[in-house]
């Protein structure tokens, strides 16, 4: 095959890095505009801590360091566009290692620059991996640290030298990054007999093998009868890298596997003689990488996740606008995104008037019932806080982060648990909470702050949501029950009249059990809210329980704005002499009232 000139190889090289570079820029846009909330979910659940004994602790199991590691950069999705940065600069780096590697193990030199899309392989896994909110970043960290071993290794001269090197990093790859630990080792082993030393016996191929495998095997007998307690195949998989460690043989494996596909693609492939053919390949090989990472990412990113993950960023920052507007654009179906939304309507004031404009199932859509799962606890407990409810918020937030699959902390729990210790002047348990988060990156300046409010009332005065929750909580002993949410809303409101949310979450419990004997009596204790007019979601209500036991207005003791019985009217005649047709004609004029859910939904 003739030289190539210099020229053509300097625009092949910048092919490449332009390829490389689009790469980059396409995750960087993807996890910032596509899947951002996916990366404030992963860092609101863990809890890096800047202390040695938080460092010893998971240096001291397989897959530590890849965990220590990642634990560190996933901190940095406090800032979104941090996130986005931090993973678009890995799944580079792991194309680039590939692509170092596999020139190495390359057998025809000439031929490599057009075998470049394979390189790409191993990081469009990944970036669909990580669309998976139960596959932790120490996945591609540990990843990683096994292809950097390998290439390292690949550049060493003597071949025994580089086979004893192969063999030592079984024992300290398998601790450090855990996973596909033994792939450096099988790289090696392949490029010695195909590569470097075609004299490199079956017999010699055999004796390596075999002392890699008893390394192996030792090094995961010591962990586990000396070292360390965890299941054989989460160690033998790894550890950490994933939320539900019963997932954790299929994706890594994958990934891994991926890597030693393209390896042996290199290797085995058939010398390519002709120009044409060399092209063809690199056609067909970038086209098969498209395919497979477009399918992949296609399959773990899960759209519904997100918008639930959108949802509960609002929340966290109380940012109840952005969650109606969302609510506008596209009307949420599933329990926690309905939940979350009657809980900003609530926090807005609207949720009288406006709450069945969109979506409502049941009674669980307003106040879910407790699950133990991380998620669902954590919901309920935000929904218990802001009612004033700080107790059963508290008790429901320390189940979520106990029931976080892969153990660790969550730092959004940590500050919610020192705020409801702190309201409720329970200051020696604040405290205990807040001198961990002094230690985090991005929560000590918060936690330095709530601690001079323990110390000073007039700084607590200064944080007007903390005097509020601090003034309505209810200090009534009362046992938690989900069937009776209802006396528990009665009793939060009875325990001050000024809690409105509290009074319009009864309203909206009844309404939404379809309980309309206990809404009316329950609306009589809301005199004291003194509206200048009833919302018009109860006005329906009210005005429907009437008209059913009375069959006029005459009498009514309620002040119904004259288009609710006008509409009333109207849609008691539709829904009595149109029969068939009347759901979908009662659904176009009347579909956002309290009427059209009783009887239809």
């Not at 690949?154 to 596909?180: E, Y």
């Not at 490029?191 to 090094?219: N, Y």
């Not at 939404?512 to 009596?521: A, E, G, I, M, T």
């Amino acid at each position: 095959m003739k030289e190539p000139s210099k020229t053509k190889i300097l625009n092949v090289r910048l092919l490449e890095w332009g390829l490389t570079f689009l790469l980059g820029i396409g995750v960087f846009f993807f996890w910032l505009q596509i899947r951002p909330n996916l990366l404030s979910h992963q860092e609101q659940y863990q809890f890096f801590l800047y202390l040695k004994s938080y460092f010893v602790d998971l240096i001291s199991r397989p897959t530590g360091l890849a965990d220590y590691i990642a634990r560190f950069l996933t901190q940095f999705y406090y800032y979104r566009w941090a996130g986005a940065l931090i993973i678009a600069l890995l799944l580079v780096l792991l194309q680039r290692l590939s692509w170092r590697i596999l020139v190495l193990a390359s057998p025809d030199k000439k031929v490599k620059h057009f075998l470049y899309p394979l390189s790409f392989l191993p990081s469009v896994l990944y970036w669909a991996f990580l669309c998976d909110e139960n596959f932790m970043l120490t996945g591609l960290v540990s990843l990683l640290f096994i292809v950097f071993t390998t290439w390292i290794i690949l550049l060493i001269p003597r071949k025994t030298i580089r086979l004893g090197s192969a063999l030592v990093s079984l024992p300290v790859l398998f601790w450090l990054s855990g996973g596909m630990f033994w792939l450096p080792f099988l790289v090696i082993l392949l490029s010695e007999r195909i590569v470097h030393d075609k004299a490199f016996s079956i017999t010699k191929l055999i004796i390596w093998l075999a002392a890699g495998i008893l390394l192996s095997i030792a090094s995961v007998l010591i962990s586990f009868n000396f070292l360390v307690q965890y299941p054989i195949t989460e160690m033998l998989t790894g550890i950490g890298l994933f939320r539900l460690p019963v997932e954790a043989p299929f994706l890594q494996v994958w990934g891994g596997l991926s890597f030693a596909l393209i390896i042996a693609l290199y290797v085995f492939i058939p010398t390519l003689k002709k120009s044409v053919h060399t092209k063809i390949f690199a056609v067909v090989s970038f086209l098969l990488v498209v395919f497979i990472g477009y399918s992949s990412i296609n399959k773990f990113n899960d759209l519904e996740t997100e918008e639930y993950m959108a949802y509960d960023y609002y929340v966290r920052h109380n940012n109840w606008k952005e969650i109606i507007k969302m609510a506008d654009e596209n009307t949420p179906h599933t329990p926690y995104t309905v939940a979350y939304l009657n809980l900003a309507l609530g926090e807005t004031g609207q949720l009288g008037t406006r709450m069945f404009h969109y979506y409502q199932h049941d009674a669980n859509g307003l106040i879910p019932e407790f699950a133990k799962h991380y998620v669902g606890a954590l919901v309920s407990s935000e929904i218990y806080y802001h009612l004033g409810l700080i107790n059963i918020g508290q008790a429901h937030a320390f189940e979520a982060m106990e029931s976080i699959s892969d153990k660790q902390k969550s730092v959004r729990i940590m500050q919610r648990l020192a705020e409801t210790n702190l309201l409720n002047h329970q200051y020696a348990v604040a405290k205990k909470y807040l001198y961990l988060l002094q230690h985090t990156q991005f929560y000590k300046d918060w936690a330095n702050e709530a601690l001079s409010c323990i110390d000073d009332s007039t700084k607590f005065n200064q944080h007007k949501d903390w005097v509020y929750l601090r003034q309505i909580r209810t200090t009534d002993e009362f046992v938690y029950s989900p069937q009776e949410k209802d006396m528990m809303l009665g009793l939060l409101y009875e325990h001050d009249y000024h809690n409105k949310m509290a009074f319009e979450y009864l309203m909206a419990y009844c309404l939404l059990r379809k309980d309309l004997q206990h809404f009316v009596n329950y609306f009589s204790v809301g005199r004291n809210l003194n509206y200048t007019e009833i919302p018009r979601h109860f006005q329906e209500a009210l005005v429907f329980m009437w008209t059913q036991k009375n069959g006029t207005f005459n009498g009514m003791p309620w002040p119904i704005n004259p288009v609710i019985r006008r509409a009333v009217v109207d849609y008691a005649t539709i829904y009595t002499k149109q029969r068939g047709a009347a759901k979908q004609l009662l659904k176009s004029r009347y579909g956002d009232t309290f009427w059209y859910y009783l009887h239809f939904e």
